[in-house]
């Protein structure tokens, strides 16, 4: 019996066959084709074995797997060796300018990680105060339809090809003494002015020239003044009267921005004296919806205004039809001599001489009008413009170059400028985009933006100032002035060139005075200051003639009170006032997404262009009154001179019956030119909205085309129009619907300089209480004990953030809307969606009107309840009007925070609430428990569906460069709202910590409060008792809105005074 | 043996046997369904696809598919979600309440009434979810452990409070309808020939053997879910309406809600119960358990709750006056006059003014007339809702938010397509359940019979 078990596979092994031990040596039994996987039945008789398959294998897996490693994202290298000045996650400033011609402003440039994100303006040093235009150029730096090199009409070229045509183009008109012309924006460059010089000079025998160009211009105020090439600088800080005639000098100005400030200065109720503000004027613009006393009138009656004002002040003249409405401004004017303005808006030269003879008699030349001290912004040359055209027509201009304009969209004198284009042998644009200018030139050399740029600028008498670039050109652009150098003897580049310029400059040490300019981005030189720039513009003989007319003399005074009144007699149909939008503007930054959802202040329309109207007028025509997400608009033409232009009417309420109102700088890529994202209507579900010619409709139409040509200058003013209805509707999309306050006291506080002088606190700003029982007493209790909740833990521990606004001194501009777009990355959605009410602004200014109807009067009058209240949702004819910036309230019992299910959004120990975004599940409880409606829901994924594809800049990559890396991109289906720049207050604190000290007051600033021209907003710590905004709040004047409600805000309101005698209705 | 008052109409009408109610009952299920109930079913399954694919359009692309704005955060979403909540709030009131107070009636109607109830509150549930922005993140309403620290739910919110009350409320209702149905499962299981659906009701009788031991304990789980279900019927709609009674929204901040709107749900959930009773017993031929007697019961209960409801109309009114502030007093006058004045009145009409026409004698028997009635009433409930919830937001404080909503294609297709889920159900449930108790039902057949009664 055996004493071991022993198991065999199979009879082979059992009997030890041989062909079994041969194999049974094997690993593998029988042979396997790996040939065959490797190499292929034709490789068959090459040895190679497992080995080579298993690297074969290897190989090709390792390979795989590094190709498919190689993700798409290439440009992400993070900083190996750090670079000087650069820290990843702390921005880094830079002192600049921005200048296009008609908005200037000294700005901050901040920067993350080398790319712009945000402009701020240098309220240190310089002319700090800025727009919403200024603001949002940020963006247009990103904009992916920018040329990405020069182009020969519609081919791309090279650099040196372009150079060598211009070159040659030069060379050959020199040789033939031909006519050479520079068409620019105006320009206050000293540099520039001296390349142009030294480009002259290269060649001698061409009739070079350069002609000023602005779309908007000023021709005739500069004029009247006699300040060449400029207006004079108005002196608004010690004015303590203002009357403006059609003047909007909150926007619709050269220096409209640093005006704004500079005014706002001199309307604190709490100073020594509050300036008293009149307008006179057709459309509500934006100064008028801040003056004390508004008068609508036509705009042909602006002369006699102006006349009547003259004859009330000097006893010269007669009176005439308007003079019992301007006697209030002329008996205002008399009491301050030497210290009130009068100022025309009108590019008419008969107005302005009255306006500077008022001013004369007022003895304010000299003291709130310097006109030694001028403003190099929005004056063209009207005649040699014109007289450019002719000689184009006549193919008398051998060589054009053109850069900052578009006189193909925004001339008068489009149609022949087009024709005459076409007659120029040499046409080169130094335009960014091929738009409606550009892609008609023989050759575009993009420029680059002027955030990639170097430049100098002196545009306020005595200010030099400086841009400089923040980021390599993004696009294989070069700035205009280098091409220009390179083609002048000179050479060198322009960053040389201009240091060289100043080097003129220099009092002492060149290089300290350069390097503090650099810094500080600008320098004043006080009005002594050495002229370093060569002269400019060569006049037409026309031009000389009106320039050299007499401006001030009491004959040609009543000449011109003569030309008014004729102008006013022969006034006839419907008058039209083009004007230029807060947002839009001139129209050169109408591819702006950020600007294109800028709410106009008085409408509140985006994305819009429309004919303004009075609602009587709108009534009688049979216009539709009220719009809505399904209300449109009406649509009209208005035919003038000829021309026509079929927009949307909306009424607006304070304008004058009989004349209706368009904004210029809409209408643009009519002809599918390629100047944009933005400035096309959209479908409804994305995608353009095409003509029946296939191409993409612009947004609103072009009213260039109706500008007039009068003595020479554009006149913006016309009469004799007709207004037809189409039976046309259009939807408008607004971001408010309902216009008036609904006399509710406990959200809008006002009252009259008067009663806040002289009265209690409790006439104007009556605390609301609540009436108690109490031993049997009743006892009027503050709202603040009177509470179901605990009190959070702010008051007096640690830091307390709030802002303060002031109401009084909130213009409506809208800079703070673009400022917290741009810091807080807050979505743009587009036309459609703010028709559906569903603008995603952190961020509102909520503009009420006036309403005839009072509680008060209601109950006087017996009217019954609901009619009182139907009748208050109807502004006045004339109504006052009310900017109320609204944003989170971060109540210390906030709504929102108690109802959300999950706790996404808390209270912070600082007194913020916040929004914790990853928590949010987007119920939007918390947005309908708010008071104050502040919240905004993500609807949709803006940063990637279809719908938001042409508007929202984030679905570009090259637009999500300006995204603020500080703050999340909200994602679909969450809830967001005003953080108080959170991230500024953490940074803020973090560098204080850092440093070892507290946080000083005034070292944190959030975008809106750092963007208002005016000041209206304050930010700070409110437990910091030495702090401002401790002070505000705790002023007569603050108030919480909806204080009864019992929210507790950290944001106070101060009540608005307005400078007039009148209670108010 | 009970003796039921000669005066009292009998409940259950004919000459009818123990085995003639088994058959009724029955029959429809063991027969192949009639060519009408195809025809129903396909139509609201269709409706119903339709619903489907508006609500995954909405959940693929975002909430802005519906007509909700910056000012409107809530609208047809939450009404439909109020609407169906109230609805199913009639079945658990005819089997709980009623049960409690023996109310014998009842056994005709409860068992389609408690269906209604769970495939109500399944719509209703479905809303507070799609309305969600982000519903992958649904989960963050349940109180789970996780793992991000400290992170809660937060119990403050009524918004976390209906996630309790519904689902309790979807569970107990659930439970005690099934309770109710397994003797009558085990009925068919009897009776039933195929043997995949002998197998079925099997399963689904739980081994119900009739036996005496049975019975009891079956009478005494349903007593006590009767007992865990009835305070259910006021907390539920109490802590819904508490969505707005909490808020500080004027028109939802009234302490008044929580029994208005109680007696709103049994208001429209009787009404639907009379829309779906009406149909059935005419299609099912089910006129002799479900009589006129018991339309004109459910109509009394309608008068009752619609004037509770109408009543608390003129109280909300009443009170916005008398409490003097202004935005109170303001949200109702627009809402009597304002641009939804249309949708007040109507509101108005439909259930404070046409439940009194039931004071008619004639008419609260006529069947026709009970019809026509059910429906208005629920449209004026659905307009209650819209009215409480968008009037209130669309103007509150600040007038430069004031706005409007207008419903979307997505906003139609999705409470249409509930509709049509709902009644897709119900027509399954009405071919493969007992449509009546019928256990219950041969429970009375001797106390209140009308063969029975005309004996003695």
Known sequence: MGTEKRYWTGMEELHGTKEFMDSSAKEFKTELPVEEFVAGAAQADLSSGRRDFLKFLGFSVGAATLAACETPVVRAIPYVIKPEQVTPGMPTYYASTFHDGFDYGSILVKTREGRPIYIKGNKDHGHGSLNARINASVLSLYDSTRLTGPRKGSESTTWASADEAIKKALIDANAASAEVVLLTEPIASPSTLNVIAELKANYPSANISHVPYAPVSFEAMSQAYGTANGTPYLDFKSAKVVVCVAADFMNDFPLSAQYTTAYGSARKPEGKWMSKHFQFESIMSLAGSNADVRRAIKPSEEGLVLASIYNHITGQGSSNATSNITKGAAEALKAVPGESLVICGNNDIHCQNIAVAINEALGNIGNTIQKDKTVQLAVGDGTAFASLVSKMNSGAVDVLMMHGVNPAYDSPMAEEFKTGLGKVTNSFSFSSHADETASLCAYIMPSNHALESWNDHHVVSGHYALSQPCIQPLYDTRQYQGTLLAMSAKGGTYYDFIKSTWAGMAQGDATAFWNNALHNGSVDMGLQAPVVAAPVTVKSATQEVTAAAPTNTSGSVSTSIAAVEKTASSASGIEVVLYTKQGIGTGAQATNPWLQELPDPITKVCWDNYITMSPAQAKEMGFTLYMAQETPASVATVEVNGKKVTLPVVPVPGQKAGTVGIALGYGRGANGEHIGNAAFQTKEYGGYDLDDSGNKKPIGANAYALVAMVNGMASYTLSGATVTGTGEEYAIASTQTHHTIMDRESVLKETVLGTFKNGEQNDYNRPHTLKMHEHHEVVDKPIKEVDLWDPHPVEGIGHWWGLSIDLSSCLGCGACITACHSENNVPVVGKDEVRRSRDMHWLRIDRYFTSDMTKEKGEAEGIGTIDMYSKMEIPSENPSVVHMPMMCQHCNHAPCETVCPVAATTHSSEGLNQMTYNRCIGTRYCANNCPYKVRRFNWFNYKAYAKFSEVNPSQDMMGRMVLNPDVTVRSRGVMEKCSMCVQRIQAGKLDSKIKGIPVADGSIETACSEACPNNCITFGDINDTGSKVHGLRNDKRAYLALEEVGTQPSINYMVKVRNREETLA | ?456
């Open chain 2, 1 to 456: 043996m009970f003796k039921e008052a000669s005066i009292r109409e009998p409940l259950i009408l004919g000459n009818k046997s123990y085995g003639d109610i088994t058959a009724d009952v029955v029959g429809p299920i063991e027969n192949k369904a009639p060519k009408g109930w195809y025809i129903a079913i396909t139509i609201s399954a269709l409706i119903a696809l339709w619903g489907i694919g508006c609500i995954l359009y909405l959940i693929g692309t975002g909430i802005g598919t519906w007509g909700l704005n910056k000012t409107v955060g809530w609208a047809w979403d939450i009404t439909n979600f109020v609407w169906w909540v109230g609805i199913g709030h009639a079945g658990t009131l005819i089997s709980a309440v009623l049960l409690l107070f023996r109310q014998r009636w009842r056994m005709a109607i409860n068992r389609s009434a408690e269906a209604m109830t769970i495939f109500a509150v399944i719509m209703a549930a479905m809303f507070p979810g799609i309305h969600m922005g982000r519903l992958w993140l649904g989960y963050f309403v349940f109180p789970l452990p996780n793992q991000f620290g400290s992170l809660w739910v937060n119990f403050n919110s009524p918004l976390l409070w209906d996630v309790f009350a519904i689902s309790t409320y979807f569970s107990v209702s659930l439970v005690f309808w099934y309770i109710g149905l397994i003797p009558d499962f085990a009925t068919i299981r009897d009776r039933i020939k195929t043997p995949v659906a002998k197998k079925v009701y099997g399963i689904l009788s739980f081994g119900w053997s009739g036996k005496a031991k049975n019975w009891t304990r079956f009478e005494e789980v349903s007593l006590v879910l009767a007992g865990i279900a009835t305070p259910l019927v006021f907390s539920v709609h109490s802590i819904v309406s508490m969505d707005f009674a909490t808020s500080v929204i004027p028109g939802w901040h009234t302490t008044i809600f929580p029994p208005y709107f109680v007696s709103g749900a049994v208001f429209s959930g009787f009404a639907m119960v009379q829309t779906l009773m009406l149909i059935m017993r005419k299609t099912m031929r089910l006129e002799n358990y479900v009589t006129i007697k018991h339309v004109e019961y459910m109509n009394i209960v309608i008068i009752v709750t619609g004037s509770i409801v109408g009543v608390a109309y003129i109280t909300e009114l009443f009170m916005s006056w008398y409490s003097g502030v202004e935005y109170e007093s303001y949200a109702f006058i627009n809402r009597f006059s304002g641009p939804y004045l249309w949708a007040y009145w109507a509101m108005m009409t439909c259930n404070v003014i046409s439940p009194q026409l039931f004071w008619v004698k004639k008419w609260r028997r006529s069947l026709g007339f009970t019809f026509v009635m059910s429906i208005i009433v629920n449209i004026g409930m659905w307009f209650e809702r819209f009215v409480i919830i968008v009037t209130s937001l669309h103007r509150d404080y600040v007038p430069s938010s004031w706005s409007m909503f207008h419903p979307t294609f997505v906003d139609i297709g999705v409470f249409i397509g509930t509709i049509g889920i709902f009644f897709t159900l119900f027509l399954l449930f009405a071919r493969f359940f007992p449509v009546l108790a019928l256990n219950e039902l041969k429970s009375i057949l001797k106390v209140s019979g009308e063969e029975h009664k005309n004996k003695h």
